[in-house]
């Protein structure tokens, strides 16, 4: 497979199923950046503290490119066939926050992002994977979304953001309370 085609050397690109569409529109936004989100994923997964995640970080990873793979899909067409999420996908996620929960004393305030750099990564993933869901739902707006897509990326940043407190706990790091000044 060649890498480069020049076909979208005009500013245009296709959907699976062949359609052209500008490289502007809001689905190739939402699409790239569930496609950078998968990136930081990956960062995430090549910390150390996160060995022995890595097959969930890798599992998250290949729901992110179904989710690409349905967004990059025109709606409607149903000659083009593309992986699905489903109910289970939420529940694995949901099951992997309980689990790091159990771990964790319970939340007395919002905490700031940060206190090591692994942590850091975790929180600029769960960024992305919060941008990556208004986006979703601004093309939902305009034209219908698999609602599962939405709800994956919304018990995604979850599940980052309890990695994250999980990760301040195993690498002995500071956990940091917002403390609003009034």
């Known amino acids: 497979m060649k890498i480069y085609t020049k076909t979208g050397d005009k ?93 964790l004393l319970p939340m007395k305030s919002f905490v700031l992002p940060g206190g090591h750099p692994s942590v850091s990564f975790g929180h600029i993933t769960r960024t992305v994977c919060r941008r990556a869901e208004r986006i979703t739902i601004r093309l939902n707006q305009a034209e219908e979304v698999d609602p599962l897509v939405i709800t994956y990326l919304n018990r995604l940043s979850d599940y980052f953001f309890v990695l994250c407190r999980k990760m301040t706990k195993e690498l002995n790091a500071e956990e940091t309370p917002w403390q609003a000044r009034m």
Request: charged fraction near 30%; glycine fraction near 8%.
């Open 11 to 103: 500013g245009d690109t296709a959907l699976f199923g062949g359609k052209r569409i500008s490289k502007g529109e809001l689905r190739i936004e939402c699409y790239g950046t569930v496609d950078e989100l998968n990136s930081y994923v990956g960062l995430l997964r090549d910390q150390d503290v996160n060995k022995k995640r890595k097959e969930v970080l890798v599992e998250i990873q290949d729901r992110l490119f179904t989710a690409g793979s349905i967004l990059a899909t025109e709606p409607g067409n149903t000659k083009v066939k593309v992986p699905a999420l489903s109910e289970k996908d939420i529940n694995y996620l949901e099951q992997q926050i309980d689990a790091m929960e159990a771990d």
